[in-house]
């Protein structure tokens, strides 16, 4: 009877739909990775490997050691060095592109209650006419808000950051100068999404919504 009652437990867990599909698992931690690891890029090229400022460095080093060099050979040097970490940012940045648009066709093939669309809709209704819990339903629609936001930018963030890689290909992007400003400016926007998102998931953790990440791990089970 024991065995009956658990393959019976067990056929009736296997028919509960997963609140995240493997695929949108699988795309939300590679985003993860490779939006991390452009950040990170950024932020080396910005600080440790500044050419303007090894350029110095590395005049002054070989100087030590017996060889002279003009201010702009040390200076080809260390942009030389630092294009090296811009060519994995641009890598990145193409990983990037080909996860959104893997997301955009993924939306065509979820299943109708995992659709993007579909959340913010349902959210958007209970907002408005949902009497009681207005605070659950509101938070559940910024929520929503946040990540179609999110979505917006990360369009921004590819399409400039294509723009600029082919660029030199193109002679009509090269005079499209504001395009640099509009991608960077919209990396911060995503830095600060990221920590809203982070601040976030603690706080649903500590306050009544945990499994938040392990969800996202492991699918966990649509609340139906």
Same mark, same amino acid.
């Given at each position: 009877?024991?065995?009956? @009652?658990?393959?019976?437990?067990?056929?009736?867990?296997?028919?509960?739909?997963?609140?995240?599909?493997?695929?949108? !698992?699988?795309?939300?931690?590679? =985003?993860?990775?490779?939006?991390?690891?452009?950040?990170?890029?950024?932020?080396?090229?910005?600080?440790?490997?500044?050419?303007?400022?090894? *350029?110095?460095?590395?005049?002054?080093?070989?100087?030590?050691?017996?060889?002279?060099?003009?201010?702009?050979?040390?200076?080809?040097? *260390?942009?030389?060095?630092?294009?090296?970490?811009?060519?994995?940012?641009?890598?990145?940045?193409?990983?990037? *592109?080909?996860?959104? %648009?893997? !997301?955009?066709?993924?939306?065509?093939?979820? %299943?109708?209650?995992?659709?993007?669309? !579909?959340? &913010?809709?349902?959210?958007?209704?209970?907002?408005?006419?949902?009497?009681?819990?207005?605070?659950?339903?509101? $938070?559940?629609?910024?929520?929503?808000?946040?990540?179609?936001?999110?979505?917006?930018?990360?369009?921004?963030?590819?399409?400039?950051? %294509?723009?600029?890689? &082919?660029?030199? $290909?193109?002679?009509?992007?090269?005079?499209?100068?504001?395009?640099?400003?509009?991608?960077?400016?919209?990396?911060?926007?995503?830095?600060?999404?990221?920590?809203?998102?982070? @601040?976030?998931?603690?706080?649903?953790? !500590?306050?009544?919504?945990?499994?938040?990440?392990?969800?996202?791990? =492991?699918?966990?089970? $649509?609340?139906?």
């Amino acid at each position: 009877m024991e065995l009956v @009652a658990t393959a019976q437990v067990a056929e009736a867990e296997a028919t509960h739909i997963k609140k995240y599909s493997s695929s949108i !698992r699988i795309w939300h931690w590679l =985003n993860a990775i490779i939006i991390t690891g452009s950040l990170v890029t950024v932020l080396i090229n910005s600080t440790v490997m500044k050419a303007w400022t090894n *350029a110095s460095l590395i005049a002054d080093k070989l100087k030590e050691k017996g060889v002279e060099v003009s201010e702009d050979q040390a200076r080809s040097v *260390a942009f030389a060095l630092s294009d090296k970490v811009w060519a994995v940012h641009t890598y990145l940045g193409y990983a990037l *592109a080909g996860l959104y %648009l893997f !997301r955009i066709i993924l939306e065509f093939f979820e %299943l109708a209650d995992q659709k993007l669309i !579909r959340k &913010f809709k349902t959210a958007r209704k209970s907002f408005l006419s949902r009497q009681e819990d207005r605070i659950s339903s509101r $938070n559940e629609m910024l929520i929503k808000t946040l990540y179609a936001v999110f979505y917006v930018l990360l369009i921004v963030m590819v399409v400039t950051g %294509l723009c600029l890689a &082919f660029r030199d $290909n193109i002679p009509a992007l090269r005079q499209m100068h504001f395009i640099k400003e509009i991608h960077g400016f919209t990396m911060y926007l995503i830095i600060g999404f990221i920590i809203v998102h982070v @601040a976030g998931v603690v706080i649903g953790e !500590r306050k009544g919504h945990k499994g938040i990440v392990s969800d996202m791990i =492991n699918g966990g089970i $649509n609340a139906e």
